[in-house]
């Protein structure tokens, strides 16, 4: 079942004197479950591209359809609605709120979406215990680590339910135990609770994951793969 | 959630936080203390024209007011004013003589406002009685009649205990009356002016100097239970005062009524001058918290907290920051002016020239209530105009690129 359908995406940014297509002409789809890595060198413009698929940024044309929801064609308010309940996000820097502990972090989403205490409690609990941080849910983002931090950001993302879970360079400022740890994480939960998740990655190992490879260079998708 | 949001944002940066928390109570104490400072003031000075100058209310045959003349005068005095002390709302009256006469000492001449009293009546309406520095209060001692004057015509005219004084003016008649009174007593009062100016004598002896008939009074004085509700007092008086004038003291002193009520606004003036200081220091405070948060503030947004939230949330910090500040600031200020409401601040440096105007030299401090109600509001919404500016730099911030800053 297709979850994002991406028609003639373009995204031109214009500065005084310079011009740059950073996404041009993209057509993708992606189905329920995937685990996908999209790839390319800096300045690529896959980070450009997961932004408007988040809604993050606009497109300068074309479509963006999550499950028949055209969400460049919501209004920001609409649109800050649609993030919250369908979207999760991961960011490289964690991104983590420093003055709430990681259960606080994760039920954090929860509480704006207008959960009762309990329904956040107990999702957050499992949530912090899939990615193994049962014991450490009441630690403040400076006492863990980045790897530790990455995991509750993952379950941040997952909090809300998403529809999918869209990762930019999640794994580039942790180590290779942490990244590995991160990795196998995200993939029980994407084979076990089905959830799609979209990486945004330079790193060989989130490659080596992913069981769809998409290469993007100069705004245009180059190779689509499917292992 | 947002509320313990904010709260905890407020002490991210303690040190920050404390020095503008500091700063806004030192604002805020200094603010109320300076505003129970004046208000002490200004309830000094009220006091002392009710008690001792001019009484809460007074009532005078129609036109008396405009030229104090002598044929214009209350008949029936002793008996309206008896009715009148009957009222429940009513302490004290007293009925009174007026004249302007024309003073010759050994050493000098004068003016002023001579008032023949019952000295019993009087009593209990003005404080004279207490404002004796020398000598008696109206005490018969010989053949002459006695005369109570101010320190300040005392040391004018080189006066004394036991002196003599010519007293002469224009009687009922319209005669030139002249008479010698003997000082039994010199009194002094906050308001030198008042004391240049104002001689007491017994009202059978004004009454006789003046040629005036029996049972009359130029002026009835009174004081009320409750100095907060005179007009309704007024109005009760008026009923038995028939066609002669009743008056509060704000209508016979109007100087004073408009002192008193441009004090409030002078009041909501310093404060608010303080509170635009200190508004200026929580907007730069706020700014930088928004600024280093810029990041977070866009993941924020990522996530799906909607613009609204994020006012609100910088406008609870702010508030926050700020009644911290406020609540510590008004309760330290309620303490010190709490104290010198009962120990007296001693300005006497400058005695000279605030008793001139009628104004003591020992001020205690008054704070009304709903004064501090009202810096506490204000305080609240310096904290929320402060987040304005801040609140709206974090709204236009781009989640995309905010969470990718550095």
């Given at each position: ?12 940014y ?48 074309g ?16 649109l ?44 957050t ?26 995991r ?35 993939e ?16 060989q ?23 | ?22 700063a806004?109570a ?17 309830d ?8 001792s ?47 302007e006469p ?5 050493h ?39 005369v ?19 007293v ?9 009356s ?23 004598v ?7 100097q ?11 004085a009174?004081i ?18 028939g066609?002669n004038d ?9 100087e ?7 004090m409030?606004?002078?009041?909501y ?6 509170l635009?200081?200190?508004c ?8 930088m ?11 924020l ?7 609204r ?22 309760f ?19 005695s ?55």
């Open positions: 079942m297709k979850i994002i359908q991406i028609k003639n995406l373009h995204k031109i214009n500065s005084d004197s310079v011009s740059v297509h950073a996404v041009n002409g993209v057509d993708l789809s992606f189905e329920e479950g995937e685990f996908t890595a999209i790839v390319g060198p800096s300045g690529s413009g896959k980070t450009t591209l997961l932004n408007i698929v988040g809604g993050l940024d606009e497109a300068t044309e479509s963006v359809e999550v499950d028949g929801v055209k969400i460049n064609e919501l209004s920001a308010r609409k800050t609605d649609f993030r919250m309940k369908n979207i999760g996000f991961v960011f490289q820097a964690y991104n983590l709120v420093p003055v709430l502990t990681a259960k606080e972090n994760v039920e954090f989403i929860m509480h704006l979406q207008g959960a009762n205490k309990n329904d956040r409690e107990a999702r609990t499992e949530l912090l215990k899939a990615v193994g941080l049962g014991e450490m849910m009441n630690r403040r983002p400076s006492k863990l680590s980045g790897g530790q931090q990455q509750v950001a993952v379950a941040r993302a997952l909090a809300s339910k998403p529809k999918f879970v869209l990762a930019d360079e999640p794994t580039a400022n942790l180590d290779s135990h942490s990244t590995e740890n991160l990795l196998d994480i995200m029980l939960l994407n084979k076990e609770e089905n959830i799609t998740f979209i990486f945004s990655t330079h790193d190992r989130v490659v080596h994951k992913a069981r769809r490879v998409i290469t993007i260079e100069d705004g245009k998708i180059i190779s689509d793969e499917v292992k | 959630m947002i509320w313990s949001i904010a709260w905890r944002n407020v002490w991210r940066n303690k040190v920050r936080s404390i020095i503008m928390i500091v806004i030192l604002g805020l104490v200094a603010g109320v203390f300076s505003i129970a400072f004046m208000q002490g003031a200004v000094a000075r009220i006091e002392s024209a009710t008690r100058e001019i009484s809460h209310i007074q009532i005078h045959a129609p036109h008396f007011s405009e030229n104090n003349e002598t044929g214009l005068y209350i008949t029936q005095a002793k008996e309206l004013s008896e009715k009148i002390e009957n009222l429940n709302d009513l302490e004290a009256a007293s009925y009174r003589l007026i004249a024309f003073i010759m000492a050994a000098g001449t004068g003016g002023g406002k001579m008032l023949g009293i019952v000295p019993e009546k009087e009593k209990r309406v003005s404080n004279i009685s207490q404002k004796l520095v020398e000598g008696t209060y109206l005490e018969k001692d010989g053949r002459m009649p006695p109570l004057i101010g320190e300040k015509l005392a040391t004018k005219l080189k006066l004394k205990v036991g002196s003599k004084v010519n002469q003016m224009v009687d009922m008649s319209g005669d030139l002249s008479k010698g009174y003997r000082v039994c007593g010199i009194f002094k009062t906050v308001n030198t002016s008042f004391d240049e100016t104002n001689l007491f017994l009202y059978d002896d004004l009454q006789k003046l040629a005036m008939p029996d049972d009359v009074a130029h002026e009835i009174m009320c239970a409750n100095a907060d509700d005179l007009e309704t007092v007024k109005s009760k008086v008026q009923q038995l005062a066609n009743v008056q509060i003291w704000k209508e016979l002193n109007p004073m009524s408009i002192l008193t009520e441009s409030d606004e002078y009041m003036i310093f404060i608010l001058i303080i635009l200081g200190l200026f220091g929580i907007i730069n405070t706020m700014l918290a928004v600024l280093e948060r810029t990041k977070e503030i866009g993941m947004m990522a996530v799906g907290m909607n613009k939230r994020i006012f609100s949330m910088i406008m609870l910090e702010s508030v926050m920051l700020t009644l911290s500040g406020g609540v510590i600031g008004v330290l200020g309620t303490l010190i002016t709490k104290y010198f409401e009962t120990a007296p601040i001693d300005v006497s440096a400058f000279e020239g605030m008793e001139k105007y009628g104004y003591a030299s020992q001020i205690y401090t008054s704070l009304p209530s709903e004064m501090l109600v009202t810096i506490t509001i204000l305080v609240i919404i310096t904290g929320m105009v402060s987040a304005i500016y801040p609140a709206r730099k974090a709204l236009k911030l781009n989640p995309a690129e905010a969470t990718r800053t550095e």
